[in-house]
């Protein structure tokens, strides 16, 4: 806890002298404070970033100070929340990210599990792990393929969005839809799988296994990819953990942190799990861990899918509107695509939460952006920037 | 909107504050064994500031701790530098009305003590509620804890701009999500009402 850490922009910062409605825009905060300085509005029309604006100041090709400005995708997803009852919270929830759908509605549903006392088949315990890690790796394809096309490398944006689609047709078998499931629902999943599901999954999984390790031949072995992210962006052990990122920016930078592994929910307990973990802390290394991670999600499907009881129940029917048990709160978090993401519920009583706040990892992980681009090149701001998993969408809410 | 101002409630545990032991919420008569290891983090907090904090709840990884503004900052300096916490993962703002209070909730967890992985502590404090808010010049105000956990930075922000707390001592205060030229209540207090609902 001992390093500096750069205090940023803040310097330029203002602090509140007048009242809100004279707040001046946080473009116009950034005071020039030299003539070699330029300053550059990335965004929010930024093709595939999903619209967030990073203000950047730039000294000839370096960055000497970056702004994130995010909450052009702001939706008061937590305000809703406390508008509807814990069942129909469900399909507007996963919205923020509805690549990674069926982890970001995890916690949601353990929270609500937990206020309202009930207790899940082991089935769908199974099941919801078996969707949770489908779902995990297609948002790691989706991510990859944007990386790679911002990176210059064609080949690594169409192969994987083709190769996620093995992912999304099974998703699409079990769910009935491709990409927004709400299927994980207080009480188990929504239905049961369809009939010679496990095989159907074993093999596609099987399958797409094989391909993501040709990936390594022609992205993550590529020289041009290596010189280009490695000690690009490095953040280290101490700064990641004092910045408090989580997953995989975190385990690039050599902290071993698996919420499945530290705090298992569901049956994660029951499953082998290895965690990832890299020591370089450069954009490589953090754009390499998701990757790895992809594998082990098959391996634990591969497990899950042998340990899942044949036949029972997938679902506890639920009494219409139900309850907390008068005042609570629960904290609940699970390892989604992008690294630790909690809910903080706040029950009194009623069948709508009286708060519900969503700890995002993709917020989490941005204070880390200034921090990584300060003494960068300008062009290696796509690598940094996506190299950190941020899904702006999932940061606004 | 109306459902919704009527209705706040504590969310703080009927504690009784003559014993200094903490008293568990669950509503159960019969006494609950209370989690070892999370027994252990509480009593260290307890045995260190006595009175000036409170258990509001010590759960399986969970342990939630009330303290007062004043001593919110101390408290939260003691729970990184005497019990190996280290990051914020969450920052709330929860606002009850009716008490004219806002409750702030970090949830801290700490990485590099492997024995906390599973824990998390919830450090919940209160500032004053202003009826009609200016956020920044009224009295509804907080010790930043961004100086102690750095990783606060961004969710204070939010807190502020959606809750209308002032953290003081922050080092950067403007808006974060809502637009620049938001002239409305922080939209997160319960006395800003959805249209239709």
């Not at chain 1, 953040?235 to 690039?252: M, P």
């Not at chain 1, 530290?262 to 499953?271: A, C, F, N, R």
């Amino acid at each position: 806890m001992t390093t500096e850490l750069p205090t940023d922009i803040t310097s330029a910062a203002i602090h509140m002298d007048k009242p809100s409605s004279s707040w001046l825009p946080p473009g116009l905060a950034l005071q020039k404070v030299d003539e070699r300085i330029m300053t550059l509005n990335v965004g929010p029309q930024h093709p595939g970033s999903g619209h967030m604006r990073l203000i950047v100041q730039i000294d000839g090709d370096y960055i000497v100070a970056c702004d994130p400005d995010p909450g052009y995708v702001h939706r008061g997803e937590e305000k809703m929340a406390e508008y509807r009852n814990y069942i129909t919270n469900v399909p507007h929830l996963e919205r923020p990210v509805i690549h990674d759908s069926c982890n970001v509605l995890y916690p949601y549903v353990l929270g609500v599990e937990e206020l309202l006392g009930i207790e899940v088949p082991e089935r769908a315990q199974y099941v919801r792990v078996i969707a949770a890690e489908l779902n995990r790796c297609i948002y790691i394809m989706y991510w990859l393929a944007i990386y790679g096309i911002f990176l210059g490398h064609s080949t690594m944006f169409m192969w994987p969005a083709g190769d996620r689609e093995l992912l999304i047709d099974l998703m699409e078998k079990m769910t009935g839809a491709r990409v927004t499931h709400a299927h994980f629902i207080p009480g188990g999943v929504r239905n049961d799988l369809p009939p010679n599901f496990e095989g159907v999954c074993l093999r596609q999984v099987n399958y797409f296994e094989k391909r993501i390790k040709e990936y390594a031949a022609v992205f993550y072995d590529n020289p041009i990819l290596i010189s280009r992210t490695q000690d690009t962006g490095v953040l280290s052990r101490q700064d990641a953990i004092r910045l408090g990122t989580t997953g995989s920016v975190l385990r690039a930078s050599g902290v071993d942190f698996d919420l499945r592994k530290k705090e298992p929910y569901d049956v994660y307990d029951e499953l082998d799990i290895h965690t990832n973990v890299m020591t370089a802390g450069d954009a490589y290394a953090r754009s390499k861990i998701p990757w790895l991670d992809m594998m082990e999600s098959c391996k634990i499907i591969r497990q899950a899918l042998q340990k899942m009881p044949k036949s029972g129940s997938v679902r506890v029917k639920l009494k219409p509107n139900p309850k907390g048990k008068g005042l609570d709160t629960v904290y609940k978090r699970v390892e989604s695509g992008r690294g630790s993401l909690g809910y903080y519920i706040v029950s009194n009583g009623k069948p709508e939460p009286y708060r519900l706040k969503m700890s995002v990892p993709s917020f989490r992980n941005l204070i880390a952006l200034p921090y990584l681009l300060k003494g960068e090149k300008l062009g290696n701001m796509p690598s940094v920037y996506w190299s950190l998993n941020y899904w702006p969408v999932e940061a606004d809410r | 909107m109306s459902s919704d101002s009527e209705k706040p409630t504590d969310a703080k545990p009927e504690e009784k504050p003559a014993a200094t032991k903490p008293v568990v919420k669950k509503p159960e008569e019969t006494p609950v064994e209370l989690p070892a290891f999370e027994k252990g983090i509480s009593d260290k907090i307890v045995e260190k500031f006595g009175d000036k904090v409170e258990v509001a709840f010590v759960k399986e990884d969970r342990v939630g701790i009330n303290v007062s503004k004043e001593n919110v900052h101390d408290v939260a300096e003691f729970i990184r530098d005497g019990l190996n916490y280290d990051h914020v993962e969450s920052v709330s703002g929860v606002d009850y009305p009716l008490e004219q209070e806002i409750a702030v909730v970090y949830h801290i967890g700490s990485y590099s003590d492997p024995s906390l992985a599973r824990q998390i502590l919830v450090l919940s404090t209160r500032a004053q509620r202003e009826e009609n808010p200016i956020p920044g010049h009224d009295a509804t105000k907080l010790p930043t804890l961004r100086d102690i956990f750095y990783s606060v930075e961004f969710h204070e922000r939010e807190v502020f701009e959606m809750s209308g707390v002032y953290f003081e001592g922050h080092p950067d205060n403007r808006r974060l999500l809502l637009p620049e030229d938001w002239a409305d209540l922080p939209p997160l207090r319960k006395d800003f009402a959805i249209k239709g609902r």
